[in-house]
């Protein structure tokens, strides 16, 4: 099993631009995660998943876009990126929810100049 | 609203010493909590979780619901033990799991 995987590992972006961060499982889990990890903020929820077809917001889902359109794959999207989405984006799953074992990605380093 | 407070950014323990990293959390029910490491160059992972009552890695943590403490304790620190831990709540009626803001543990040689 590969488990979390996450593309790209790094990313520069200017202002303005958009782009599509990639995560998959194959651990058949229905509950998938965004985190973005920040210096002194520790880990905060962007949006999550608890199964295909079913996104909700998290705490800082502004800029931010999601899908799940199968049980492997959820996407981040940034549609306008802006500098204060300068962060480390963390993926994660799970197999029933939040008050199980998290696994997570290995995570995307993403920059907007 | 849940919370989880990590009141120490940085640590640094001699190797051997014991160390102790706090968790503090505000929350009115009745809440999971866990403690996450990210070693260097490593993806983060679960490392311990109160329900379990395990000790892994000569880590343990006791759940102080009182003191609303989920304190992580080693009796003697070893240089491996060097990463970032996590504290993270869940509750099933915020359909989250909340981290602190993480604390940097260094065990010096």
């Not at chain 1, 973005?36 to 909700?56: C, E, F, K, N, W």
């Not at chain 2, 014991?18 to 996450?36: A, H, I």
């Not at chain 2, 311990?48 to 403490?69: V, Y």
């Amino acid at each position: 099993n590969a488990g979390v995987t996450q593309t790209p590992k790094f990313q520069v972006l200017k202002t303005g631009q958009s782009m599509t961060l990639q995560c998959a499982q194959d651990m058949n889990h229905e509950y998938m995660s965004w985190y973005r990890q920040d210096p002194g903020m520790g880990l905060r929820l962007i949006h999550y998943s608890v199964g295909a077809g079913i996104t909700d917001q998290g705490e800082v889902p502004n800029g931010y876009n999601v899908s799940r359109s199968t049980t492997e794959d959820f996407p981040l999207r940034l549609l306008s990126a802006a500098p204060s989405q300068t962060s480390v984006y963390f993926c994660a799953s799970s197999y029933s929810g939040w008050g199980d074992t998290q696994y997570f990605g290995p995570g995307t380093r993403l920059t907007v100049l | 609203a849940q919370r989880v407070t990590q009141p120490e950014k940085l640590l640094s323990v001699f190797k051997g010493a014991p160390v102790e990293l706090k968790c503090n959390y505000s929350y009115s029910g009745s809440p999971e909590l866990f403690w996450y490491v990210q070693y260097s160059r490593q993806r983060l992972q679960l490392l311990l979780r109160h329900i379990s009552r395990e000790s892994i890695k000569g880590f343990t943590a006791d759940l102080n619901k009182g003191e609303t403490s989920f304190h992580l304790k080693k009796p003697f620190a070893q240089e491996e033990d060097s990463a970032m831990y996590y504290c993270a709540l869940s509750s099933g009626s915020a359909r989250q799991l909340t981290f602190g803001s993480g604390t940097q543990l260094t065990v010096l040689p």
